[in-house]
Each structure stands twice: as C-alpha cells, then as structure tokens.
C-alpha cells in the first residue's frame, strides 16, 4: 500500500495566512521568492519527522495538520506539536528502519544530485548520510577522547595509552593502593597489637626455656644413676670366657663338620670294597684256569683221514712185495693216529675248564652289572677295590680320632655355658645360648657408652644435678628450638620498635599531621584521605568506563549500519529504479570506497557518466533506497526547487524522472519559482497525469 498525502492545513506560515490543499498523485506549488515556500517545507517536516534535516531550522509558530493515507485502516492527522511522528508508525513494521527518514523524503535545492563534485562520485560518508545514523553515531563519538575510545578492560583493570581519563585512572588507582598499602601496614604493624603479642609470646617462651633447664639437670642425674647400673652389668659377664667359649664352641662345629665328612667318605670306600674278597678269589681261580690250557679247541680229523690212507698204501706196498717202504708208512700212520688220539684226550680237559670260566663271568655280571672280557678286567676292579680298602681302613682311625676330641670339646663347653647361664643345655641349643649372652653383654656394653655420651653432651655439672623429678620432659631439639625462638623475639621487637617509629613518621607526612599525636588521630586522618580518593576514583572511573561502553556500542552501530548500506544498495527495489530509471544500468556495486553502475556486460565508475545519467542513477537510488527502506511501498517525495540548479536540457530529463517515480506509485510534490521548470512540469503533468495532478500558486 501507497503511504500518500492527502491534505495540508496551516495557517501563520511566514507570508501564508492560512491554506488547505488536497493534493493528488502529482502537485506543483508555484512562488516567487520569500513567497513562503520555505515555511512550508519546514512545517511538513517538523509535522511528520522526529528529526529537521536541516541546519538552522526556525520553530514556527503556525498551526495546523497534515493528513494521510495508508499507515493505517483509517486517515492519520500529524501536527507540529503531536509527538508521535511518521517514524513511530514506520518502525513499528520495520526496526531497521533508519532514524533520519526525512533525509530521503524531502530534498532541498541542489540536493538532489547528493553530490557536490560529479567528477568525485558517491563517497561513503554520502552515503552514510542519506542510508544510515553513522553521522549521529560519529558526532557522539567525536565527544569521546580518542585515548578512551582506545582503552580496553581486561583482568579488572583498564588498558590504554596513559593519556587523559586514562592516565588519572592509573594514577588515582596507584595512589589509592599506596593509601591502602599504607592502611594494611597500620593494621599489620599497630592496629593489631603485635608489639604487645610479641612481648608476651617472648615471656611465654623464656618460662618453657626455664622449665626444659630444670628437666635437663633432672636428666642428668638419671643418666649419672643408669651408667652405674650398666657398669655393675657388664662386670658380671666376663669377656675372656665368652671368647673362650665361643672359640671351643666354633671348634666344636668344624671337627664335627669333619668326622660328618669322613664318616660319609668311609661309608663310601666301604661300600667300594664290598666284593674284595670275591674279587680275590675269582682272580686266584681265574689264573690257575688259565694257566692249564694246552690243547686247542678242535679235533683235527684230516689226521685221521691220513693215518687211513697211509695204511692203504702200506697194504699196497705189501702186497706188492714192497715191505721196507710199507713199514715207513705203517710207522707215519700210526704216529699220526696217535696225535688224533691225543687231540681228543686234550679236548675233554678243555671243557672242564671253560664250565669254570663261565660260571665265574656269571656272577661277575650279577654283582657289577656287566660282562666279563679278560683277567685285565677282573684284576683292575680288584685292586680298586683293595685300594679302597686301604683307604677305608686310614679314614677310620682318623673318625675314631675326632670323636674322642669331640667328647672332650663337649664336656667343657657344658661345663662354661653351665657357668654363664646356671643351666645345663643341650649341644644344640649352646650356640643360641652363647649368642644370647654376647649380645646381652654387648648391648649392655653399647648402652653404656650412649648414655655416657648423652650424659656428656648435656654438659652439666655433677654438683647441679637434680634428684627431684622436673615438671616436663627434656628434650634437647625443642630446648634449642625455645633459644633460637628466644633471639628471634627479642630481634623482631626490636625491629617492630624501630618499624613502628618510622610507620608513625609515614602517617604523618602523609596526612600532613604532628608525628607526635595519638595513634588514633593519625589513623583517623589517613582513613580520611582515603575516603576522599575512592569517591574521586569512583567518579572519574565510571565516567572513564562509561565512554568505553558507549564507544563499544558505536562500535556495533557503525557495523550495522554499514550492512544497513550495503543491503540498501544491493536490493531488488534498488535494481528496479536502476532499470526504470535509466532504462540500461541494473545493479550497483560500491567497493572500496569506489561507487560503480553495471549493465548485463560491465561496470563503470559514477565520476565517468554523464552528468543526465548520473542524475537518472542518483535519483533511482534516492527512490530504490527508500523502497526498501519502506518495505517496497511507494511514499511522497517533497522537492523543494530540486531541478534549479540544473541547465534546461537536464531539467526536462529529471522532470521525464520524476514522472516515472510517479507512475511507479510515489506522490510526487514539487515547489518552485522557476517558470521554466513550472512549465516543464505542467505541461508532463497535464498529459501523463490529466486527473490526477495540481498546481498550487502562493
């Protein structure tokens, strides 16, 4: 919906007596000069606006209202006393709105081109000015010192150039601790009372040093009673005969040790020499065996078989009348049948004596578990045997030996350890025994040299000691530790004197007081002092933090009123104007201070367009802006000789504008004295608008 005016009333504007317009869609207030074209224009504004636009804007005195259309179901009425401006129902829908809405509306001669010098272009505080507060914003800032616009809080302090508010607050801060170090040192050094805590702390610990004297004398007279009681223990054990007896007694346990091995050494030559008697006897038997054996293992049969022949041969010779030969092979026949005869005499004897050997190699192999080769064999082992023998028979006698000493060393160790202990122990329990009295005795020995040592650090003499029992315990650490206590106290009173004189002369110099008046005044005027900086402190910090805040909050201001400007200037209502406008340009681009125009195929500076197409630009951005600005409603625009400054040719292009604006929905009201611009814009108004536009004449 269109946010149009409809009527004006007034009376008492400058030169106007009174007046009452309906105003259509397009309206051209005709005057000359000092007609009261001016009053007019600020009697809309300071109706409908929070904020004059303009410096030195009178207050008048007229009155009357202005009516308008589409803020609401019905008619609104704003008047220059009403305080609820067009603003408060603009923002109402939109709270981005900016607070300056008559910067946009209402544009005064030469303004409409928003720029002093063309060739420059837009610049940013331009916009600025017609799209955000930042010019508000800035005046405020301006009043902040840049050295607190500079500070920053962090850790509970205020960091910053030492200039300005800045500097008095760290230089109240570092007074006002010297005061309050100054406050604690009273509290610690005087307010407390430590000069009177240390006195009686002192007297305190001189009583317990006392009491640990009196306990110290006591000790040393128990110690005195405890050494004569050791003596009287360690002349009743005898060290020559602990020594004696432990001597017999290590004795004792070596040639027990010995006969322990020589018996298990004899046990085992005997069992070495079990079989020496047997061993003996086989070899006796095994030798004469051997020495027996004449005839070999076999009978030899070819003797028999030759003997045979020769007897057939003698025949022969026989027969063949041949007797001296056949004799000589009787003879050789019967020679060898008598060797086979002996052969077999020869071998019956050789089996009884291998019947002999076997069973001998049998009960070898059962008594030493393996076979018998030769009589090699069986001799070795016997005089292996037979030397064990020997052995065995030389090692007990030194056993028979060792046990006679034993029996002696056993006796008197009885008889000694009976003496020391008044009991008769056995051979086991001597040793124990033994070990028992030694360190007895030497404990009794060691304890006596401590307590004389204890006796002779105390460093007391006999004459002082104390027999009557003393009310504590002595203990030699906390008695030392009471004297260096001691010192320490008479050291930290003296120092707390010599402190407390130089605190007083501090108090005085710094409340400008006699140093010789009560405590109690001096502390009074420094407690004085310090109330009247803390109220300073506090004063000039939180205007100091104050500044800091606003200047934070400008901060996020100016950031959100730069998206304000670059959300204007990209906006579609922007665009439209653009392409409504100018017919060719459809975006707008501002970077880096530099504001350019762009078309489907570049951009270009504003300084490089012609003057007509700036004016087109900064018009369709004056409209597109407050489209957006208004939510895409078209408003009225109030041109107060907007086109005067311009030469003909631009008038009649800013006229054909200002037509279009029309035609897209704005109320267009336009003063002048200038006939050529009033004839323009009849004559435009008259064919695009033929019943809706109409000329006023003051």
Known sequence: MSIHIDEISAKNLGPISSLQWNLARVNLVYGRNESGKTHLVEFLIQSLFKQAIYPGMRRLGATGRITMRGLEDASTSFAPTNKKKLEDYLRGEDATLPDNISRLLVVRAGELSMVNDPQVGIDHSILEEYLS??????????????????????????????????????????????????????????????????????KEHETALEQEKQAKLHLAYTLAQQIQQLEAACASIPAESLQRAAAELDEHRLKAATLARLSETLESNRANCAELSWLKAALEEYQKLLSGETSPTQVKAWLLVLAGLLLVAAVALILMKQALPAVGLVLIGAGLGYAHIRQLQKRGSRATQESELTNISAEFERKFGKKLSDIASLRKLHDEQNEAN???????????????????????????????????????????????????????????????????????????????????????????????????????????????????????????????????????????????????????????????????????????????????LQSSEVTHYLKKMTSHYERVEYDGGLFKVGDPFAEYSFADLSTATQEQVLLALRLGISAHCFQGRSMFLVLDDAFQHSDWLRRESLVNSIMEAAHAGWQILYLTMDDNIRDLFTTRAQAEFPADHKIFKL
């Open 133 to 202: 507060n930042s010019t508000l914003i800035r005046s405020i800032r301006d009043r902040i010192p840049v050295s607190n616009q500079k500070a920053s809080l962090e850790g509970g302090s205020i960091l910053g150039n030492r200039q300005g508010q800045v500097k008095d607050f760290h230089n109240n801060r570092a007074e006002l601790k010297a005061l309050d170090d100054l406050l604690a040192q009273v509290n610690r050094d005087y307010a407390t009372g430590q000069l009177a805590r240390m006195q009686s702390d002192l």
């Open 390 to 568: 020997i052995a065995a028979n030389t090692i007990a006698e030194q056993v028979n030996s060792l046990k006679s000493e034993l029996e002696r060393l056993e006796q008197s160790l009885s008889d000694q350890l009976f003496a020391l202990s008044g009991q008769r122990l056995s051979a086991e329990a001597w040793r124990d025994e033994l070990q028992s009295i030694s360190l007895r005795g030497q404990q009794t020995r060691n304890t006596l040299v401590e307590t004389k040592m204890r006796l002779a650090a105390l460093q007391v003499d006999a004459a002082s000691y104390r027999s009557q029992p003393a009310e504590i315990t002595y203990n030699e650490q906390r008695s030392q530790q009471l004297e260096k206590k001691i010192q320490q106290l008479v050291d930290d009173r003296r120092r707390e004197e010599e402190r407390l004189n130089s605190l007083r002369s501090k108090l005085a110099a710094e409340t400008r007081s006699d140093p010789s008046i009560a405590w109690e005044k001096l502390v009074d005027a420094l407690s004085e002092k310090r109330r009247k900086l803390v109220q300073k402190y506090q004063d000039e910090t939180a205007q100091l933090l104050g500044s800091m805040v606003v200047n934070r909050v400008l901060d996020e201001l100016f950031k959100q009123e730069e998206a304000r400007i670059l959300t204007s």
